[in-house]
């Protein structure tokens, strides 16, 4: 019943988000500023991880292909699959879940009990379509720019990691990259991405616009955004692999 | 003029506001007093729409604003002025991009003419060269003062003001009362304090409603107040020492 009564209230808010913005100059500034704040300030984190992600994945993938059966081509391959695929649009969505959900969350929540909201709705400003609809659509825009930053990052991650470490030799490794590249994987990553932005960022925004009491709530919304978020994009990585690819 | 009639909002099942009815006068400071957790908020919160009212009517310069649907308050919405109880502005706006904030939304003035605007409003209430500030650089009065210039950035008909003095010293409470009296009359808007601080009903009270347990109690102004023979307004009105040795004097 409880979830119910929450699916009624994110469908109204998600309603009452998407309309026309209030002044479209006002919006579009808005939008710029949102991409800023939720991908460009994100970058830092995103390569970082990729880049290890992508070395840490050669190095396991090398342990495990010692069988001289096996081309150590597909110590690439794998790396480059296993980015594109999983890594890069899910590993990165959790981890934007905590970095960007939680900031959206703190964000409107602080917002909603300094009564900020309020001041809005009271001068006639539709909040959740002036809160909210940037940050979706700047996440919409912008995650999957990062997504194939982090493919790219990933894999050369792991064409260095093979050239210090010498697991594989780097010509072999760039062989099994290029190795039956498939655009329709990096599609399915991007479609994947869009979904996900729009999880991390809805989620977000209605944990927080719904933040009633003090600082206290405003964690705990954040918290909540965070591991609802993180769910979902489990489930919906599960639903869409599904759908997709098989 | 803004009118209420026969008010009733509750939430989960408990009955907040039974009834209220009053005018609120244009051209006039009306205060709305009782103690803590009476019902002014809530009932202010219905006066401007951010609560649905479960009965009884909000009624605008004769617009029955509590029938009409999110589109059609909006107009009236543009001429509502509010008042924070913690000034709610804006964290990430400066001090004067505040100000400038519903002119940007709802005009169409050059940056220019809403920089006028905001200065002029900024300089109405005292507050000059701290347009750059952040809210979070500046006192908790100047905060209260930057947030009456938003509210009369867009020259609002109707001003609301929930409890504005509330965590201020005595001399700038003082000079926040002043400033929504001067506001009231020189704009000539029909404006609506929220209070429990008595030195501010007997500063500023030109129209008063004392709420109890959500019912309209009394009504009168700040002369008629101090001679009510009501109990449950006495004990209000003169709950502190100051206000007991003048009622000593007055008899």
Not at chain 1, 9 to 21: E, I, N, Q, W
Not at chain 1, 50 to 61: E, I, K, W, Y
Not at chain 1, 91 to 110: P, R
Not at chain 2, 40 to 65: A, M, N
Request: hydrophobic letters at 45%.
């Amino acid at each position: 019943m409880e979830l119910l009564r929450q699916l009624g209230k994110y469908s109204l808010l998600m309603a009452k988000t998407f309309g026309r913005p209030e002044k479209g100059k006002v919006f579009r500034q808005r939008l710029v500023d949102e991409i800023d704040q939720l991908g460009i300030d994100s970058l830092g984190l995103v390569s970082i991880m990729s880049v290890f992600m992508g070395a840490v994945t050669t190095l396991q993938m090398a342990v495990h292909l010692e069988n001289p059966l096996v081309p150590k081509s597909l110590i690439g391959f794998a790396t480059r699959e296993s980015m594109i695929l999983e890594f890069s649009p899910t590993m990165m969505a959790v981890i934007l879940a905590g970095k960007v959900g939680s900031n959206i969350s703190s964000e409107i929540g602080t917002m909603r009990v300094k009564e900020q909201i309020d001041a809005l709705d009271i001068m006639g400003i539709n909040s959740a379509n002036y809160l909210i609809f940037p940050k979706i659509l700047a996440a919409l825009l912008i995650f999957p720019f990062l997504i194939v930053v982090s493919m790219a990052l990933g894999i050369g991650g792991g064409y260095v990691i093979s050239l210090v470490t010498g697991v594989v030799a780097p010509p072999v490794f760039l062989e099994g990259i290029l190795d039956e590249f498939k655009l329709f994987h990096v599609i399915y990553a991007l479609v994947k991405t869009l979904f996900f932005a729009f999880i991390i960022t809805s989620i977000s925004s209605y944990q927080g616009y719904n933040t009633s009491g003090g600082a206290l709530e405003v964690g705990r919304s954040s918290t909540k955004g965070v591991v609802q978020s993180t769910i979902l994009i489990l489930i919906m990585d599960l639903v869409l692999t599904k759908l997709m690819l098989i | 003029m803004i009118e209420i009639k026969n008010i009733n909002k509750g939430f989960n099942g408990v009955e907040i506001l039974k009834g209220i009815s009053n005018t609120f006068e244009e051209g006039k400071l009306n205060l709305i007093i009782g103690k803590s957790g009476s019902g002014k908020s809530v009932l202010t919160k219905c006066i401007v729409g951010l609560h649905e009212v479960d009965d009884g009517q909000v009624i605008y310069d004769g617009e029955v604003f509590s029938d009409m649907s999110r589109k059609e308050r909006k107009e009236i919405r543009k001429d509502i002025g509010m008042l924070f109880q913690a000034g709610a502005l804006f964290d990430s706006l400066s001090v004067e991009e505040n100000v400038m904030f519903p002119l940007k939304m709802f005009t169409d003035m050059s940056h220019e003419e809403m920089l006028e605007r905001a200065n002029e409003c900024l300089n109405m209430v005292d507050i000059v060269n701290k347009n750059k500030l952040l809210p979070s650089e500046t006192s908790g009065g100047m905060q209260k003062r930057i947030a009456i210039a938003r509210a009369i950035a867009m020259k609002p008909k109707y001003l609301f003001a929930d409890e504005p003095n509330s965590g201020l010293d005595p001399q700038t409470a003082i000079l926040v009362d002043n400033l929504l009296k001067k506001i009231t009359y020189e704009l000539n808007t029909t404006t609506i304090v929220i209070t429990h601080d008595m030195n501010s009903v007997m500063e500023v009270g030109d129209n008063i409603m004392f709420i109890h347990e959500g019912q309209k109690w009394w009504s009168g102004n700040k002369k008629s107040i101090l001679n009510t023979n009501n109990k449950i307004l006495d004990d209000f009105v003169y709950a502190s020492e100051f206000m007991k040795q003048l009622k000593g004097r007055l008899s």
